[in-house]
């Protein structure tokens, strides 16, 4: 189907373990985003990519890494989870032409850990 | 460094009555604005955006907003609810150049039958 897509929805970890969340999306936009969406704080940019193998950080990338190998993936790794990772993360594709100025959204990953 | 201010966490409307949600924004270049809609369990939605020309922008499910650079505010409103306007508003703003955005805090719209 077209559009973008997270994997997995809802996610249970543990402390230190090591977790990557999937997003994909079908439209080849040049520019995708990680974001983590937690109460009182909105959305906040961990990481973003302007075109496959660029990657730059956003206002909270520690303690993630991410890489973009093909223009339509963009995987989010949290390499040792912490408590405080515990958020719902969206993931976002910006494109070229009349999309340009707009991102679009997935539906979010739920994560939670313990 | 450019940041946005939703001053409203929460606000109820009855139903069939106007809403105003407010959005301040602070910024040493032009900005591009944007509100976005996330209805429960879901991702956020495009509702409109104002990238220049008139400072009066409509949107999807009748929504609009206006931009007044010299309070530099982007206030968002709709004449009258309906009960499927429930849902979380978030505004952002993204400075001319830049690919990224930032959003306010959020404020959720709650619509009294």
């Known amino acids: 189907d077209a559009g973008i897509t997270q994997s997995p929805r809802y996610k249970i970890t543990e402390t230190g373990r090591q977790v990557t969340l999937m997003c994909h999306q079908t439209?080849?936009?040049?520019?995708m985003f990680w974001y983590r969406q937690d109460l009182g704080h909105g959305l906040r940019l961990i990481y973003y990519?302007?075109?496959?193998?660029?990657?730059d950080k956003g206002e909270v990338p520690d303690g993630y890494v991410v890489s973009r190998s093909k223009t339509e993936n963009f995987p989010l790794t949290l390499e040792s989870a912490t408590r405080s990772q515990t958020s719902v993360y969206f993931c976002?594709?910006?494109?070229?032409?009349?999309?340009?100025?707009?991102?679009?959204f997935g539906p979010g990953t739920r994560l939670t850990v313990l | 460094a450019q940041s946005v201010t939703q001053l409203d966490s929460q606000v109820p409307v009855f139903e069939e009555a106007p809403v105003e949600l407010r959005c301040n924004y602070s910024?040493?270049?032009?900005?591009?604005l944007f509100w976005y809609v996330q209805y429960p369990n879901q991702g956020l939605q495009l509702l409109l955006k104002?990238?220049?020309?008139?400072?009066l922008v409509k949107g999807i499910n009748g929504f609009e907003a206006e931009f007044n650079k010299s309070q530099t505010s982007f206030h968002l409103r709709k004449p009258s609810v309906h009960i499927s306007d429930t849902a979380e508003y978030f505004c952002?703003?993204?400075?001319?150049?830049?690919?990224?955005?930032?959003f306010g805090t959020g404020t959720r719209l709650t619509i009294i039958p």
């Open positions: 439209w080849s936009h040049s520019y």
């Open positions: 952002a703003v993204r400075d001319f150049g830049n690919e990224k955005l930032t």
């Open positions: 104002y990238l220049s020309g008139s400072t």
């Open positions: 990519s302007a075109a496959a193998d660029i990657t």
């Open positions: 910024s040493s270049v032009s900005v591009y």
């Open positions: 976002a594709s910006g494109g070229t032409g009349v999309t340009y100025n707009e991102q679009f």
